[in-house]
């Protein structure tokens, strides 16, 4: 695990993240334009969308896939209570703040996603493919779990679940590019594939170093002007509600009987945070909800531990239990 947690910290994508994180925080004005930044973040969905498609395609719908969704729709609905308790009852937070970050740790990250992703591809450890259709399936369930914990209970707040709002979730734009690409890949298969593997597969690792550059100076620039909001408690559960998100997807696995790449993607995904999906959520439903607080625990905390520390261990844990 030692092994893999350095050669992690050393490949080029952690270090670019680094780089941004350091330029943030010592407050250069190094930037990567929004328009670009935007197209990264659409390449980088439509790329893993579609080589997923591909895979199912080449592999075909089976019981294993469907156990699979139905174990991350479970994951993404039932973290949210567990993040909430902590939050509430061990960090402090009010009712309607504990609510809302905990609907960012049952959503997950789809760049943390690319990046266990690129880990196994470089251990030579192969995943199903099918995966893509699992972590498109955990986007949404935390937000309507975060809306009943903010909803229900002592401290209840008002909602906004208007029609509008529900149809801006199931037509969140990273939801219809994930999606959108899984059923182009899955249509074409291996012909799509061939097709495009200069552009969605070679250059893969490239835009995806860039993309954590400025995912870097994000969340420098959160650990700059959000962590006075944070008390010793809120900070520490950004480095123990991945571990039991990941805990929880093992155990999954396991039933299921994933093999071992496939365990060490469910457990990321039960680790992640969201940070794109969520807050635009958040800021439509519970507006009384301080952002600042979520950003820097997902973005600034939780993802870079998941980078350095939390994808190695998720590897070397699932290899032991998938043996």
């Known amino acids: ?6 050669q992690n910290l050393v490949s080029p994508p952690v270090l ?3 780089m941004g994180l350091g330029a943030s925080l010592g407050r250069s ?4 334009p929004e328009a670009i930044a935007r197209f990264l973040s659409l390449y980088l969905l439509i790329s893993i969308g579609f080589r997923g498609g591909a895979e199912v395609a080449h592999q075909g719908l089976t019981l294993t896939l469907a156990a699979t969704i139905a174990a991350g729709v479970t994951l993404s609905g039932g973290l949210p209570f567990v993040a ?3 939050l509430r009852y061990v960090g402090g937070l009010d009712h309607v703040n504990a609510a809302a970050v905990a609907g960012h740790y049952g959503s997950i990250s789809a760049v943390t996603f690319v990046a266990v992703t690129g880990a196994l591809t470089q251990l030579g450890l192969p995943f199903d493919g099918y995966m893509i259709a699992v972590a498109a399936a955990m986007e949404t369930p935390a937000i309507f779990s975060a809306l009943f914990i903010a909803r229900t209970g002592q401290g209840r707040t008002k909602v906004g679940m208007s029609n509008d ?5 199931a037509l969140n734009g990273s939801i219809v590019a994930l999606l959108g690409a899984f059923a ?6 291996e012909r799509g594939m061939t097709s495009l593997k200069p552009f969605l597969l070679d250059a893969f690792a490239g835009f995806l170093c860039i993309f954590l550059l400025d995912m870097g100076l994000i969340a420098g620039r959160g650990l700059r002007e959000g962590w006075k909001t944070l008390s010793a408690a809120v900070a520490a559960f950004a480095w123990v509600m991945p571990l039991v998100g990941a805990a929880l997807a093992a155990a999954l696995a396991w039933l299921i009987g994933l093999r071992a790449g496939s365990t060490a993607v469910l457990m990321t995904l039960g680790a992640s945070a969201s940070y794109i999906a969520v807050p635009a959520a958040m800021r439509l439903a519970l507006p009384a909800a301080n952002p600042a607080i979520a950003l820097t625990l997902s973005l600034g905390l939780t ?10 261990l ?3 844990a699932a290899q032991m239990i998938a043996e």
Request: overall charge negative.
């Open 1 to 6: 695990m030692l092994v893999l947690a350095a």
């Open 16 to 18: 670019f993240f680094g």
């Open 29 to 32: 004005d190094l930037s990567v």
């Open 84 to 86: 909430y308790a902590f």
């Open 165 to 169: 709002f529900l149809r801006e979730i």
């Open 184 to 189: 182009v890949g899955g249509i074409t298969g």
């Open 303 to 312: 993802f870079p531990f998941n980078l350095t520390v939390g994808i190695p």
């Open 314 to 316: 998720y590897i070397a």
